[in-house]
């Protein structure tokens, strides 16, 4: 009798060992079918080769506030890269002390998304960085006035040069979009707790990391956000079951429908990135919410018609602080000095 209960208990103890590690593996074999690792190589950007000249010159550019016309505010003003890739306001404050209609998104991971903006106004980063340029509520210049600028300082020139080698007038508006494209495309953050986890580490996650990771399959979460960027691959109502207030989804803005001009994309945006959103509040386009975990039980009362519970939502948030990545370490440069024919920046009014 004393060999039967031995080996009962045995059998229990090896079945209890052997019941997560197969939970796990079906977790990790699930996970996969949804989601990709960031990489640890700078990926290709299609018509714009990424090389270390384009990148040192990228670099300057998205560093440089003479980009706008008060000679101010740079593409880091709102998108700084010691802050997760954002400026952590509701909205950004941009030339003439003017507030943005719209939270920043992050510049990091931005390579993996569809598009650009919350509409996806701007196919690619190329275009994405022409556009805060000549925006009058953000750097309010004019393309001709940056290659003036440009232009007038014989460091950039001979850059641009570099970085542009076959091209004619090498200092163009075009140019300095690809340049800065060439350095956003290196704001990866690879190597998270979840990258681990989806490389084979399945002790990369602990346990109530893992039931978030279980509850955002099951829960729906991830038929919006879904691949490397755990987002940015399409474009989703805001409030699929229920809409929330006005102060979290301002009327005014109906999203992708001023792109569109299509009534069923009325209040329609891109999936937000999922990947260092624990860096990156205040959330949503309005970016009126500030806590993550508030954040989480909005999208499940809005997208996925369900109350979350408590545990829930801790849950679902361990999980997606797992999703913060080694962050870029940029070294702030040294800028080109102005000369004597810089442009004089315009007082902000």
């Known amino acids: 009798m004393k060999r039967i209960f031995v080996g009962l208990s045995l059998i229990a103890a090896t079945c209890a060992f052997v019941q997560p590690a197969m939970a796990a593996d079906d977790l990790l074999a699930r996970a996969k079918e949804s989601f990709k690792a960031i990489p640890t190589t700078v990926p290709e950007i299609a018509d714009n080769k990424v090389t270390s000249d384009k990148v040192e010159l990228g670099k300057m550019l998205f560093m440089d506030p003479r980009l706008s016309a008060s000679h101010l505010i740079s593409c880091n003003t709102c998108h700084n890269v010691g802050m997760g890739g954002d400026d952590n306001l509701e909205t950004s404050i941009g030339h003439g002390w003017a507030k943005g209609p719209r939270n920043a998104p992050t510049a990091f991971n931005a390579v993996f998304n569809i598009a650009q903006f919350w509409d996806g106004r701007a196919a690619d980063l190329k275009a994405q960085a022409k556009g805060p340029v000549q925006a009058g509520v953000e750097m309010n210049n004019k393309p001709e006035r940056v290659v003036e600028t440009l232009k007038s300082m014989p460091d950039y020139v001979a850059m641009f040069a570099k970085a542009f080698p076959n091209d004619k007038d090498p200092v163009s508006f075009d140019n300095m979009a690809r340049a800065i494209e060439a350095f956003e495309a290196t704001l ?55 809409k929330p207030g006005s102060e979290i989804l301002p009327e005014g803005d109906k999203g992708r429908f001023a792109v569109t001009e299509t009534a069923d994309d009325s209040y329609v945006f891109r999936a937000a990135p999922l990947r260092n959103i624990e860096l990156t509040a205040p959330y949503f386009h309005s970016g009126k919410v500030w806590d993550l975990k508030q954040a989480v039980s909005i999208m499940g009362t809005s997208q996925l018609g369900e109350k979350l519970s408590e545990k829930e939502v801790e849950s679902i948030t361990a999980f997606l602080r797992t999703l913060t990545g080694d962050q870029p370490k940029i070294e702030y440069p040294i800028l080109p000095k102005s000369s004597a024919t810089t442009p004089k920046p315009l007082e902000m009014k």
């Open 188 to 242: 990866i953050t690879p190597n998270s707790k979840f990258d681990q986890f989806l490389m084979g580490d399945k002790s990369a996650l602990n346990k109530v990391e893992a039931e978030g990771l279980d509850l955002f399959m099951e829960k729906g979460c991830v038929a919006c956000h879904a691949g490397t960027n755990f987002g940015g691959e399409g474009y989703y109502p805001f409030g699929v079951v229920e």
